[in-house]
């Protein structure tokens, strides 16, 4: 029951305190994953996001639900994921009871300039650990750079960019195989 707990409570943690979406929780998951908790390493925590990414839906729900499988099994991904939507839905249940009153706060929307600022901030951060982490030579960094090209002038769906990377990822492992 004690792992349950905290499962709950360190995903409630991470679910209660990032805004901006699941690039900008990676820091937070990083260090009450990896680092706190020592539930997982970095490497996993990377595959579990990269999945997280993958599959249909919030990053950082599909990414506590992975991890909290690994860590305890179907219930473990179910109270992992309880506790990173609870605060969420504490959050929007709160807001929507007094939305009018917020709306006219000139200083709740200051407050959301500012939070919008430091997301930003956040997410350059994780994207600058990712790839500090992804870019294992130089042919990831050109699928990066064109995949980067064809999404900004192009609206091509993302799901089909990453299907080329993948598909791109095995021809170039398999051309570097025959070869050696």
Do not use: H
């Not at 009018?100 to 929307?109: C, H, K, L």
């Not at 030579?137 to 995949?147: F, H, N, R």
Request: charged share 15%; proline share 2%; net charge positive.
């Amino acid at each position: 029951m004690k792992d349950y707990l905290s499962l709950f409570w360190a995903f409630f943690r991470i679910g209660g305190l990032t805004f901006g979406g699941g690039l900008t929780m990676l820091p937070m998951l990083t260090y009450e994953l990896v680092d706190k908790n020592k539930w997982i390493s970095e490497e996993e925590l990377m595959d579990c996001y990269a999945i997280g990414q993958c599959t249909p839906g919030i990053i950082a729900v599909n990414t506590a639900t992975y991890v909290g499988y690994i860590k305890k099994g179907t219930m473990g991904g179910i109270v992992a994921t309880l506790g990173m939507v609870m605060p969420s839905l504490i959050v929007i249940t709160t807001i929507a009871m007094f939305l009018e009153q917020f709306m006219d706060n000139i200083y709740f929307t200051y407050a959301l300039n500012g939070i919008q600022g430091a997301v930003c901030a956040l997410m350059l951060n994780t994207v600058i650990m990712l790839a500090k982490k992804s870019f294992a030579d130089w042919k990831c960094i050109l699928i990066a750079v064109i995949v980067f090209v064809i999404a900004l002038f192009t609206t091509i769906p993302t799901i089909l960019l990453v299907v080329f990377s993948a598909i791109t990822g095995i021809i170039l492992k398999k051309v570097e195989a025959r070869k050696s």
